[in-house]
């Protein structure tokens, strides 16, 4: 039974389609759903974990449709959401007791300590919640998201706002139940972290899959040398045989050409030649950073989004 199977998955707020016929296959794997603020990421996890009801199409999680069969999804999965998830006004182990007793789980005491265990937060476990780092907070609402041993655990940005080794430690965790044979659907904002450590990514623009397979794949498709430009001031665009524009963020320019060291003092000249000041190039392998731009562009946030999030996020936290 496949674990995540979506058919013209599609979820429309008003005149906005937030997405748009997403068609998914996610088994037994850490799978990266990436893509730009606003593009239907959290949407998605919402509609998968039933949070959200569809407006087309349908999903399907351990072969029980969202829809139709709501309870029996939510009996194998668990949602770590975007937003903070722990009552910081409860202790490590509260937090985690009230989990196991809302899922009727037997002898709850032994399964939160072997959780907090896990996650390494045994010495902390009868601290408040709100003395914790947000590393700290990440693992106990994975510990949470553990408690009833599900199939499918859906993490909506596990690691974001924390420091690189607090990142690493989290994917750690993540990849240890992975090899308990659990399906990780997982959204993040870091493509380092999706390249390294995602069995395969999807990445999402404006709603609709542009790019799907592992990193590799995707990287392999783009085939070439990359060449990163900072230029100062506007950039104004240059054509050049055998190169290819691949997005812009900030004052850096990315090219993909055939062979980069004969492409490297070519792409020089022309630029200049166009009216560019060009502080510094350089050369390197093709990154998720470089598909991801390919894939989605440079684009804008949609309109009124800062302060719908904003409002939302406020929400949740009284
Ligand atoms: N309840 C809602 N009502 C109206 N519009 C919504 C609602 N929820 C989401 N949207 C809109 O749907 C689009 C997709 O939002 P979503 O939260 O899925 O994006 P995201 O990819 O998770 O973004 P981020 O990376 O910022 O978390 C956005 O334009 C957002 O404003
Ligand atoms: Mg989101």
Redesign the pocket.
């Known amino acids: 039974m496949t674990a995540i199977l979506t058919e013209g998955l599609t979820?429309n707020?008003?005149d906005?389609c937030?997405?748009e016929g997403l068609d998914l296959s996610v088994d037994k794997e850490i799978f990266g759903l990436l893509?730009?603020?606003?593009?239907?990421?959290?949407?998605?996890?919402?509609m998968l974990t039933t949070l959200?009801a569809q407006t087309k199409g349908s999903a399907s999680i351990c072969g029980h449709d969202t829809r139709l069969d709501p309870e029996k999804v939510r009996d194998c999965i668990s949602y770590v959401p975007?937003d903070m998830a722990v009552d910081t006004n409860l202790t490590g182990r509260e937090n985690m007791l009230i989990f196991a007793w809302l899922y009727g789980i037997p002898n709850p005491k032994d399964k939160v300590d072997e959780l907090l265990a896990v996650m390494e937060l045994s010495d902390r476990a009868d601290d408040l919640a709100k003395t914790y780092s947000g590393g700290m907070r990440r693992r106990l609402e994975l510990a949470e998201a553990l408690v009833h041993e599900p199939e499918v655990i859906f993490l909506?940005?596990p690691t974001i706002g924390l420091d690189v080794a607090a990142r690493r430690n989290i994917w750690t965790h993540i990849r240890k139940m992975t090899r308990k044979g659990m399906t990780i659907f997982m959204?993040t904002?870091y493509m380092d972290e999706a390249d390294q450590y995602c069995d395969r990514v999807g990445i999402?623009s404006r709603?609709k899959i542009a790019a799907l397979g592992t990193p590799s794949t995707l990287k392999a498709h783009l085939m070439k040398d990359v060449i990163t430009v900072t230029i100062e001031g506007d950039y104004a665009p240059v054509q050049l045989d055998g190169s290819m524009f691949v997005g812009q963020s900030d004052d850096s320019i990315s090219f993909t050409v055939e062979n980069g060291r004969e492409a490297l003092p070519l792409l020089a000249d022309a630029l200049k030649q166009s009216g560019n000041r060009v502080k510094a190039m350089s050369l390197r392998e093709p990154s998720l950073d470089d598909v991801f731009l390919q894939s989605v562009g440079k684009q804008e946030e949609?309109k009124?989004?800062e302060e719908?999030?904003f409002h939302?996020m406020l929400h949740r936290r009284h």
């Open positions: 979820k707020f008003g906005l937030a997405v893509g730009p603020n606003g593009s239907g990421k959290t949407t998605t996890v919402l959200l975007q909506d940005e959204t904002h999402i709603g949609p009124g989004f719908f999030k939302m």
